[in-house]
Structure formats: C-alpha cells, structure tokens
C-alpha cells in the first residue's frame, strides 16, 4: 500500500492567525471607540426634561418688598433706630425730662438719643450671664458718652454699676487664666532647668573625678623624675 501523500498545515495555520489578528483588531477598536465615548459622555450633564427652553420660559424677576425703614422718628425729636424706639419710648415715660432738650441741633439730638437709645437697648435686652468682656467694655463706653450729653442718668447708675461689676470680674477671670497659664509655663521650663542642672552635675562629679586619678598619676610620675 503506497504511503499517503503529506499534506501540509501551513495554509490553515496562516488562515487561523489572520482571523485571530482581525479579531484582535476589531475588538481594540470597539475599545476604543466605547472609550471616547465614555469620555464624551464624562462631562455631559443631562438636561431635566420638565425644563422649558429658554425661549418658552418665562423670565421671573423678582419684586422686592418695601421693607421698613431701619431709622424711624422719635418724638419729632430725632430719628433713631427702630429697635430703640420702645426702650426710649418707656424711659421718657418715667423721666420726662429726657424729652425736653431745647436750643440743640438735630445732629446733636440724633447722636444723643442713638447713644442713650443704644445704652438702654443693651441693659434691657443682655441678661447678666450673656455679657462678655467686650460687650462690658463696650457698654461702659457708652456710659461714658451718654454722661456727657446734659441729661440727668442717676436712675441709671445701678445699672451701670452691676455692669462694670460684671466686667470687673470677666477682667478679673481673664488675668487668672493668663496667670494660670503663665505658671505652667514656668513650672514646665522649672522641670526642665532641674532636668538639665541634674545632667550637668552628673558630668560634674566625673569630670573631678578624672581630675583626681590625674593629680594622683602627676604625683606618682613626679616622685620617680
């Protein structure tokens, strides 16, 4: 039986290969392109649907309110904040003369009546345990300017006094907290001091006793020269 002819691979071989590589680059190139699109699609922010097209909306602008004016007027005396009205308004009820100021200027009457208005809003609407030192400060320096304008405040020195009680002690509490801290300031760098002054006579003692083996070997060497 004569032998069968040999038939040779190559071709499917080359076939197998080349369909491979088509696969191959087919399938990079959908990577690809899905790549791009997920970067187009990255940055795309959607629209809401139920939103009109800018040419169908209709522009809304808004009214303002007409708010009240923060200056009202007092009395035809002067015009002052509205916040102080009512404080002014009950302390010319029980101090009339505080009404009465004749022969003073408008500009004089708007910074005594906002001083005095400010002064009196502060002590009727801070409760004692809500001041601060600078609230304190800023009171007595009203104080101060308020004692100057010519009327008659005695009723309101009580007041006046609990306040700078108030804020004798915040000065008061402030300085034992800067006091405090300072003292552990000091007792840290105390701590230190003795840490570095134990080292240092530590190095001390065997400094002298070098320094005595030394003399003791000089004395010895000396007795043999």
């Known amino acids: 039986m004569p032998p069968k002819p040999f038939k040779s691979n190559s071709v499917p071989c080359s076939r197998s290969l080349v369909q491979k590589y088509t696969y191959a680059k087919r399938k990079a ?88 208005g400010e002064l009196l809003f502060l002590l009727t609407s801070t409760r004692q345990k809500e001041l601060t030192l600078k609230s304190c400060d800023y009171i007595q320096n009203l104080w101060e300017e308020a004692k100057v304008l010519g009327f008659d405040l005695s009723w309101l020195a ?30 840290m760098q105390l701590c230190e001091a003795k840490r570095v002054a134990a ?13 005595k083996y030394i003399e003791e070997e000089f004395l010895c060497t000396s007795v043999f020269l």
């Open 29 to 116: 190139e959908q990577t690809k392109k899905r790549c791009k699109i997920e970067d187009a699609t990255k940055f795309y922010v959607p629209q809401d649907q139920t939103q009109k097209p800018p040419s169908q909306e209709q522009l809304q602008v808004p009214i303002k309110e007409e708010l009240d004016n923060e200056l009202v007027d007092f009395r035809g005396l002067s015009t002052v904040s509205k916040c102080f009205v009512s404080v002014l308004e009950r302390a010319c009820i029980l101090h009339p003369e505080l009404a009465v100021c004749p022969g003073r200027t408008s500009r004089w009457r708007r910074f005594a009546y906002g001083t005095l």
């Open 158 to 187: 009580p007041s006046i006094d609990n306040v700078c009680l108030v804020g004798q002690k915040k000065h008061l509490e402030q300085d034992r907290e800067t006091m405090h801290s300072q003292m552990s300031t000091l007792t």
């Open 199 to 211: 080292n240092l006579e530590i190095q001390l003692q065997m400094v002298k006793g070098q320094m």
